[in-house]
């Protein structure tokens, strides 16, 4: 499995903007699959966005298209979650995930390794 730690998190005012990171180690990132998910702990864990192994395609969830993107660069081991105009509703700690196989992820089930998660405030 590869490790994966979250880091770009923090406290930001409501229509602000955060840009996650996720750092893989142990194994090349352009194997896997790649995801973001986000929890409360009021919810399940949620399917935010998910990206193909080289980029080609990637799949936000509707409820978020518009305001967060994910993109990876390969060369770096690394994949980001651009998070626009901030909502109070956004506040969750955030997942990324790695999943073995081709195409896109959109369940849990799928990834094989997560990271710890990195903490999201967005004051009102």
């Known amino acids: 499995q590869v490790q994966l730690v979250e880091s770009g998190g923090g406290t930001v005012q409501a229509g602000g903007s955060l840009r996650l990171s996720c750092a893989g180690s142990?194994?090349?990132?352009?194997?896997?699959?790649m995801g973001w998910f986000r929890q409360t702990p009021a919810k399940e864990r949620e399917f935010i966005a998910t990206?193909?192994?080289?980029?080609?395609?990637?799949y936000t969830a509707d409820s978020l298209k518009g305001r967060f993107t994910i993109s990876r660069d390969n060369a770096k081991n690394t994949v980001y979650l651009q998070m626009n105009s901030l909502k109070p509703e956004d506040t969750a700690v955030y997942f990324c995930?790695?999943?073995?196989?081709?195409?896109?992820?959109?369940?849990?089930?799928?990834?094989?390794?997560w990271g710890q998660g990195t903490q999201v405030t967005v004051s009102s």
């Open positions: 142990g194994r090349s990132l352009s194997g896997y699959t």
């Open positions: 995930a790695a999943a073995p196989g081709y195409g896109l992820a959109l369940t849990s089930g799928r990834y094989d390794s």
């Open positions: 990206i193909s192994r080289s980029d080609e395609s990637f």
